[in-house]
């Protein structure tokens, strides 16, 4: 009566006092989660950055590699024997210019013979059609050289710092297959492009 409220709040603020939590928490929570989604995307470009940084870093020993190969012999190679067997032999080479070193337990600690003898001679026979692509299309060693730091990058900074326990000789195989289906794919875009055109007349 008289307009003196017993409990000291006016209407409006017994209104207020009502209202229900749930708002003021979901506008919280939907505050957390701007700023959850803010630092993952700085992070995302962080790591982007960190990834063409140590790309580039490592594409400068892959230049020397890659003005060799791909920059010299590529273009005799597959001039004399064709687009195919130019590249296959080109992969041979570079695979086995390395086969201390693999034996050595490089890249494969687990099973250096096999890795030196094998694995790493197909897997730079199918990853030379890829940088041949590369190198053909755009008629310039630099993206092999980009290409060939990124892949120096995954291996030594993620490849080599996972636990493979007892899968390791596994996981080698399924690395090896994804070069597979990068040459064939490589070769079909070689193909459709005939980038190779300028190099040799000869169907392979």
Known sequence: ???VHLSGQSPMDR????????????RHQSRNLQRVNRRSDIENQDYLITAVVFSVVNGIPAFGEELGWRGFLQRRLVSYYGLVPGITLLGLLWGFWHFPLILSGY?????????ALVLFPLTTVFSSFFLAWLTLYSRSLWPAVLAHGCVNTFYGNVVSEMNFSNNRLAADMI?????????????????????YAHLTNRSS
């Open 175 to 195: 690395i090896l297959f994804i070069w597979l289906l990068t040459a064939a794919a490589s070769y079909s875009l070689l193909r459709q492009t005939n980038a």
């Open 107 to 115: 890249n494969y600690p687990d099973h250096p013979v096999l890795g």
């Open 15 to 26: 209104s207020q006092s009502l209202r229900p939590p749930y708002r003021r928490s979901t």
């Open 1 to 3: 009566p008289g307009g």
